[in-house]
């Protein structure tokens, strides 16, 4: 469903991405791990749109990501969730929700009941999306208001008020503790239940190698490494760029 | 009504267009020192409509609004990929600029007699709508306080709708803003186009009410007032700007007996203000809360 090829971004003389391909099959939840500045972030922004690749070609359902602006890539199916957290922290937790929110195709309100906030049906979806993401009594809290945690658990809800096609989490588990890393994989295989698409970038291997049906490694922009989360633990090549060499790798990645 | 009280009050109703502008630029997320010159290019267009062309001051307003509208178009499309300090530092060139232009700008008539029309330094003297209609204060004020609801009741219904909003979630992170399709240099341009409108219209009635004009009277300071009054009004709504002006012409000049120390005085409350409550006295924050704490009792 989203196909990159031969992606490349260089920024002056940095090859942040260097030639990199890969493709996400529909309800797969897909890894992109790698050392710190090997281009995961980019990667993500790149197919988010904030920035415009230099080369290579990023297709979702084989339309080109390329031709579209970045402000309607939510609109073609394309979520996110950011590395420092972005939220409205001025508007309260409903109104963040709510202005992500996209109705399913088909059922769509018209643009009286999108002007004055005011259909039921969409407030009960928005309720029920609350309620999953554990911010049931949250509603009229600032965004800004919350705890770390549930920052993080809005963020995931927005990106999937949007009824994307696919979706990107970039680095959701930077900075929790392990109780939270673990309820956060309960989140992530629920959407896989729930049939999402996820792109996957992160650090924390508690998390990826749970989760993840295939993984892609990278370092220095370029691919490494592709396969299964067990294949990619035993890879020499995805050991000797994270510690160096592979005899001082007894433990494995994880 | 006593004059001095009307004259205050028309004074501080033509302020609040100002502050109203620099407000709408606020809340996109950019720093105007530039609004003087739209309510000055403004002036000069109703001014030259209205005493030279003969046009009805209806149109000569709304050519003043047109007018302002342009200039800050074409500053928004120049400022396209600034912001911050540096889109700042663009507005005040660029009113500067305009205000350099009307300081060379001569095209006098002479009309019953009398010289019209903007003569360089000199300004444009003999703008004698308000004599010919016979305007009293209390009736300019009537008209100008009119002009003002109507853009309130504008701005209210904008407030409530999502145009609004998308601004203000443009003005707090374009990066998330666009990722949730919205289109920030779109909002953007709309947004200063409009506050642009807003300063021209507002210039047009001050060069009514004050029948002369010169550009010394467009220079930046005028332009740090308006914005002062927005920052410290806040910008949770547009009833901030307003109060802003209304603390400033209001409250200090209206106590006669504070003239002397009004700068000072003034000075003084910004600064509290900035240590106090950095948000402003209506902060976004503060209407999101009461919003919700309506909503509660009324569900």
Redesign the interface.
Known sequence: MLEVRNLVKHFGGVRAVDGLDFKIQQGEVFGLIGPNGSGKSTTVNLV???FAPTDGEILLDGIDLGAI???????AGV??T?QNI???????VW?NLW??WRDQPGQEQGWVS???GRSPARRQEIQKLLEFSGLGDKA?H?AGNLAFGEQRRLELARAMA?KPKLILLDEPAAGMNSAEIKDLCQRVLAMKEMGMTVLLVEHVMELVMNVTDRITVLNFGKPIAQGTPIEIQNNKLVQEAYFGSAENAHGGVS | MDMYLASVLTNMTLIAFLALSAYLVLVVGEVSFGQQAFFGIGAYITASATALAGAHVFWGLLAGAIGGASCALVLGLLTIRLSGIYFAISTLCFAELLRFFLLHLRFTQSVDGRIIGPDGPEGFSNIRWIFENNYQVTDFLLLAVTCLIILLIVLFSLERSPIMLGARMVGNDPILAQSQGLNPTRYRLSFITLSGAVAGFGGGLFALFNTHIEPAMFGVMLGIHGLAYAVIGGLGSAIGPLLGVFLDIGLLESIRSLAAYRMIIFGGLVALLLVFRPEGIISPRLVSHLKSRWRNRHV
């Open positions: 988010c749109g904030v602006a970045p402000h309607n890539r939510v609109d979520a996110r950011f972005r939220l409205f922290s001025e508007l309260t109104q202005v992500a999108n002007w004055f009229d600032l949007s």
